[in-house]
């Protein structure tokens, strides 16, 4: 426990400070603990208390760090002396009527992106100002705030004296009432409003003075505020924006970039690897929600991508179109509606796992991805790695894998397949990659290992790999690449990887076999499969399930284990009988149809 005091004169401010030997730091999830001071304030008149505060506190520092380098300049989160490489997601309100959500939910999707390495979250302009039980969390789970005012994607009247002056009171008091958390990593100005006037045509003659005044509000007026009221925070004029007012927002050298072209714009998953951002900010592609949640807005006579119900759970126009599209260039066409929910989850999880993995071979010039978005607000078809009632898609099991720590990646090209090894841990780590080339049916034609050793915070090239000589078009149907990771005769981690689009895989009927036994209040699983499984779901049926995996591959040969929580009173007979296994090969007819 620490103390002091200090007189407060009439008319004058006055300052206490405290020193604190040898503090405990506060680090973002993965890089140490969250140790959380309790700090009591105390105002009195003699000896009458006239009021008090009650903060929590972690002990940190904290900078954005952009320096020159060899593409521009560097846009680092740094901690405690340490370069933080940032993972996360977008935030939006996580109710359509806040006063619905319930501490318990709230700390849900807090924890469910912890759990998956996320270590930072972007509160998006579009939103609102979060209640104090949001930044509590972030404090408690390590969880880094890029805070944005709430500005977003539109022309305001920052002409008008009187809208200013209730901006001011807005900005003073969210600024006063956030700066001591250290959670808190940023003040940006807007979403996307330098965007929108340096290339959605807002830059017109007749708003000329409304463009003048963005620039005197977000480039001067909105940072002296924050410098005044909080000095110790970086500040960020909008989200993309290059830091050169109204040019190049998106740009590749400096700044923070949103990338929207695969979504909006129908390029190959590929195209992510035409970007080096130096903060990948905001990217995303959508999915259906789990089934389960779909029965809860939709009748099974509106189960139809262009019925009326499904369109109005849908926020862009065309995005069932767009789900649809991608779908078919990676799938066959889907069996029925229930088979569709599926592939748009694995869909969107392929995805936005293709950009993560390049990125995160880039650490050298990328130092951050959030992905959008984390959650939702409603029931609805979106961009969300965890749905309206908190349930996991397919996007929030891959997050804990390209998420991870130690992470094994292979950039896939026509016949190579390069491996990498990418290190965000204070240690070096050794091991070796275990690779083969194989048939469906997991038939070895090239096996090969590398030692390993990845040093801290590094991104290590293991293998480079050339099978032009040996695959034939139609072999390349036939055959799987695998790598795998190992340490001390275990394994850590698999990535597979195809030499043609999975639509056009010969795959089999892959033969999944389960061996469920219950050990401590778990429910523990090992699949095997006779063939290539790709993608293989699994769920407890009359359950709400979070498996330590899912939506994984699964060669032949192998042996995959998995757990979740026993559901309340139930024996193993129970989860036998619930547990549902399924791949992609059930995702298609087979055979003509009758």
Excluded at 135 to 159: A, K, M, T
């Amino acid at each position: 426990v620490f103390e002091t005091s200090a007189a407060v004169a009439s008319g004058s401010d006055s300052t206490l400070r405290v020193e604190i030997p040898d503090p405990q730091l506060w680090w973002p999830n993965g890089y140490g603990a969250q140790p959380l001071y309790q700090a009591s304030l105390e105002l009195y008149q003699a000896d009458v208390l006239l009021d008090q505060r009650e903060y929590q506190l972690g002990l940190r520092t904290l900078e954005l760090r952009q320096q020159p380098d060899e593409w521009g300049r560097s846009f680092t989160f740094v901690v405690n002396g340490l370069p933080i490489f940032a993972k996360g997601s977008n935030w939006i309100p996580a109710d359509s009527f806040p006063a619905r959500i319930s501490d318990a939910y709230l700390e849900g999707l807090i924890r469910a992106a912890a759990e998956t390495h996320q270590n930072m979250l972007r509160v998006w302009g579009g939103g609102f100002y979060e209640e104090e039980r949001f930044y509590d969390l972030c404090d408690r789970y390590g969880i880094l705030v890029w805070q944005e005012f709430i500005f977003s994607c539109s022309i305001y009247p920052l002409n008008d004296p009187d809208f200013l002056e209730n901006v001011r009171q807005e900005v003073i008091q969210n600024v006063r009432r956030l700066r001591h958390r250290a959670c808190l990593a940023l003040w940006c100005g807007n979403n996307e409003m330098e965007w929108g006037w340096a290339d959605w045509k807002w830059d017109r003659p007749e708003l000329g003075d409304l463009k003048a005044a963005y620039d005197r509000f977000f480039h001067h007026t909105l940072p002296g505020w924050c410098a005044t009221e909080d000095p110790d925070h970086a500040y960020w004029p909008s989200s993309p924006s290059s830091d050169t007012p109204f040019e190049n927002p998106n740009g590749q050298g400096q700044g923070d970039a949103h990338y929207w072209d695969v979504w909006h714009g129908r390029k190959p998953f590929t195209a992510y690897r035409d970007q080096f951002p130096r903060f990948m900010s905001e990217f995303g592609f959508q999915a259906l929600p789990p089934l389960a949640t779909i029965r809860a807005y939709a009748d099974e006579s509106e189960w139809n991508m262009t019925s009326y119900i499904m369109e109005q759970h849908q926020k862009n126009a065309s995005g069932n179109s767009l789900m649809v599209g991608q779908m078919l260039e990676a799938f066959r066409l889907p069996k029925d509606f229930d088979s569709l929910v599926y592939l748009s989850m694995v869909l969107q999880a392929e995805g936005i796992r293709y950009g993560v993995e390049h990125w995160r071979r880039h650490t050298d010039r990328v130092a951050g991805i959030l992905y959008w978005q984390l959650n939702d607000c409603w029931p609805v078809a979106s961009w969300s790695s965890l749905d309206y009632f908190g349930r996991w898609k397919a996007l929030h099991y891959a997050a804990r894998r390209f998420y991870a720590p130690l992470l094994l990646s292979i950039t896939d090209k026509p016949t190579e397949q390069d491996v990498y090894v990418t290190n965000d841990m204070r240690e070096t780590w050794e091991g070796s990659v275990r690779w083969s080339l194989e048939m469906l049916d997991g038939n070895a034609l090239e096996a090969g290992e590398e030692p390993v050793k990845a040093a801290p915070f590094d991104v290590t090239p293991v293998r480079r790999l050339d099978f032009s000589g040996r695959l034939s078009d139609d072999l390349r149907r036939e055959v799987v690449f695998i790598a795998e990771l190992w340490q001390g005769g275990q394994i850590l981690s698999r990535q597979t990887a195809f030499f043609v689009p999975t639509k056009h895989l010969a795959l089999a009927e892959p033969g999944i076999s389960a061996q469920l036994r219950v050990e401590g209040g778990q429910v523990r699983i090992e699949l095997a499969s006779q063939s290539l499984a790709r993608l293989v779901e699994c769920a407890l049926e009359g359950a709400e399930a979070v498996f330590s995996d899912n939506y994984f591959d699964l060669p032949a040969g192998r042996a995959v284990s998995i757990s979740a929580p026993l559901p309340a009173g139930w024996t193993l007979s129970q989860a036998q009988a619930a547990l549902k296994v399924r791949s992609v090969y059930d995702s298609y007819a087979h055979g003509a149809a009758k």
